[in-house]
């Protein structure tokens, strides 16, 4: 992985870093052996499946996707879904659909919000698929009345979420695949899950695959910032520096009146002592001497900065 990202310099007129450094090359590879086997399996799955489902997060829709699953699995027809909707700046979303179309050549391109209780999104999922599988009549098998579809992407990205706000809204029927705030949750490929009845279709939930290496600093910096990456590998403090370069650099600056801050910081250390100082936030350290001292816990604050972003606390943002 290389060591930096360079940026623009300016945002509303303010100075910023131009560069965003990166001190190791630790984060490029990341592959458990679970993503290994799963791949395999979900490869021998193939023949059965009559298309494939890639769910990514719409705050990064450029970066991130796994290739090597791309390639694996073109053969099918595939949908592209966008999710966390509510997490993305929607103004920006006609120009993704056109960049994906003029340089992946993807058509087929779907924003939802899996939260449950604004879930409605989702059900645009399954018409979708079907119109797809019309037009693309080399994959209809007419003989066949169900379908089964494939639901892949990256860790974290809300793929059982998706099953499960499908199973919801179409069968009425709970929860049948496990979701949850840490990537990893889905460990191997899942036996089939109904959502819908009319016409019958059925889903398989994969763990989520990333590439085995990560191809420069930028995509592994946006992986993390969105959750995909385990945060205690890549580290709060440098997730956070990573977060406040990027908002500042898309001019988005609403952590300003969220932290109670006079104007928009550059400077990762202060800005997460202001953050510990108005939390509280304080840890006990020992010193040289042996007696204990207390300091502003920076990691702390470097936590709560990601989190407030991860659940939208401060604002909308898609990186193009
Ligand atoms: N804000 C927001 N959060 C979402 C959305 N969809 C899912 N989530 C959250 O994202 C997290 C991951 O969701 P999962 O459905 O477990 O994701 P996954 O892709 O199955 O993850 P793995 O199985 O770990 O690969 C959970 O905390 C979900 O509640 C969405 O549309 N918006
Ligand atoms: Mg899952």
Redesign the pocket.
């Known amino acids: 992985m290389g060591s930096r990202v360079v940026g623009s310099t300016t945002a509303g007129g303010r100075l910023f870093r131009e560069l965003f450094t990166f001190g190791s090359d630790s984060l490029t590879h990341w592959f458990p052996s679970h993503m290994a086997k799963s791949f395999k399996k979900m490869q021998a799955q193939m023949k059965k499946v009559d298309l494939v489902v890639e ?1 990514h997060d719409a705050r990064i829709p450029f970066t991130g996707r796994n290739e090597m699953m791309r390639e694996a699995l073109s053969i099918k027809p595939h949908l592209l879904v966008l ?5 993305c700046d929607m103004s920006k979303a006609q120009a993704v659909k056109t960049r994906l179309l003029e340089e992946e050549g993807i058509k087929n391109v779907l924003y ?4 449950k209780q604004h879930s409605d999104t989702a059900k645009k999922v399954i018409p979708k698929i079907e119109k797809i599988l019309k037009e693309e009549a080399r994959f209809n098998r007419s003989e066949e009345h169900h379908y089964t579809i494939m639901v892949t ?10 099953i499960n706000a499908m199973r919801r809204l179409n069968i009425k029927k709970g929860k049948a ?10 460990r191997s490929v899942m036996n089939r899950i109904l959502v819908s009845a009319s016409p019958p279709m059925w889903l398989l ?1 994969t ?2 695959i990333l590439t085995p290496y990560v191809k420069d600093v930028e995509t592994g910096m946006n992986l993390a910032v969105c ?1 995909t990456l385990l945060d205690y590998m890549v580290g709060d403090e440098i997730i956070a520096d990573y977060l406040l370069y990027t908002l500042n650099q898309y001019n988005k600056l609403k952590y300003c009146k969220v932290y109670d801050l006079d104007g928009p910081c550059d400077d990762i250390f202060v800005f997460l002592a202001h953050i510990a100082k108005k939390e509280q936030k304080t840890i006990r350290v020992k010193t040289y001497q042996g007696s204990m001292s207390v300091r502003w816990n920076i990691n702390s604050a470097a936590v709560k900065f990601i989190r407030d972003f991860r ?2 606390q401060l604002g909308t943002l898609t990186l193009l």
């Open positions: 769910i999710n966390k909707k509510d997490l939802t919000n899996c939260v992407g990256v860790p974290n990205v809300g793929k059982s979420s998706l695949a496990r979701v949850g705030k840490m990537p990893g949750v889905t939930d763990p989520g959750g659940d939208g």
